[in-house]
């Protein structure tokens, strides 16, 4: 919270954006060609009113507020940090598979409006370069893959630093629980099988239930996951970052053209 609240930490991304912000903004995002904010006079940009509105306050409130975000991100990542760094009490056998941490896979979906918004930027950065320079979308099809793919890995790279303890949980529960289970299925073979000293009567007894038991807890550890997060949170996460990237299929096929196709792939 005190990093969160940082007043030094905001000036100085304050001071950021009007510098270094604007001048990324000038070199690589503007557009270099005649357009709603600027045009092209003797070579040179020539910025209109709105332009310099744009430029010197619309830009860097935008880019102090999703810095902002990138520097809570940094304060989740520095806090699973501290927290991985504990001896935790991973129970091999837990239900969730990931020793009890699976509900961290599920936090990745606080950052969902986050990459819906990275997304539906990249859409209008695009969908700039189309309508005015000329370009295709299709051209853009490595940007796409390599933005989505980055964005996907940093929300779930914090998650990694739990990776080794959660090795380390499922060799010891195999260890733990293989003893166990050796244990307990020499004495089952011994009473039910070899029949030294047992007069006991097999229907009723509790004693396969329990071999059941133990086999499944034994799944379980087994399928013990390394990370504490599914396939369905990649998923979710890559389907919100792809959302708003969507409607640019729109410059290259129109949307009847588009429903007929897909209907066609489906059926």
């Not at 005649?34 to 040179?44: D, F, I, L, P, R």
Request: glycine fraction near 6%; hydrophobic fraction near 55%.
């Amino acid at each position: 919270m005190r990093m969160r609240n940082s007043v030094s930490v905001e000036i100085a991304l304050l001071v950021f954006v009007y510098t270094v912000g604007i001048w990324i903004w000038r070199h690589n995002t503007a557009l270099d060609v005649a357009s709603w904010y600027a045009s092209v006079q003797e070579g040179k940009m020539r910025f209109t009113i709105a332009g310099r509105w744009f430029e010197f306050v619309s830009v860097p409130i935008f880019q102090f507020i999703l810095l902002r975000w990138y520097f809570r991100m940094l304060i989740w990542f520095c806090f699973l940090l501290r927290v991985s760094r504990l001896k935790l009490h991973l129970l091999p056998a837990h239900p969730d598979r990931v020793g009890g941490l699976g509900f961290l896979g599920k936090s990745t979906l606080a950052f969902a409006p986050l990459l819906f918004a990275q997304g539906a930027l990249l859409a209008g950065q695009i969908a700039s370069r189309i309508f005015y320079n000329g370009q295709s979308v299709l051209s853009f099809k490595i940007s796409i893959l390599g933005f989505v793919v980055f964005l996907v890995v940093v929300v779930l790279a914090p998650l990694f630093l739990f990776t080794p303890q959660l090795a380390r949980a499922k060799r010891e529960g195999f260890a733990e629980y293989g003893a166990l289970a050796s244990s307990y299925v020499t004495e089952f073979d011994q009473k039910w099988f070899r029949r030294k000293v047992n007069d006991e009567q097999l229907l009723g007894t509790g004693d396969i239930q329990s071999l059941a038991d133990l086999g499944n807890s034994f799944d379980v550890v087994s399928e013990m996951r390394a990370v504490p997060f599914v396939t369905d949170d990649v998923v979710r996460l890559l389907v919100v970052t792809i959302a708003p990237l969507l409607p640019l299929l729109l410059t290259i096929m129109p949307l009847d053209e588009l429903i007929t196709q897909t209907i066609k792939v489906i059926f």
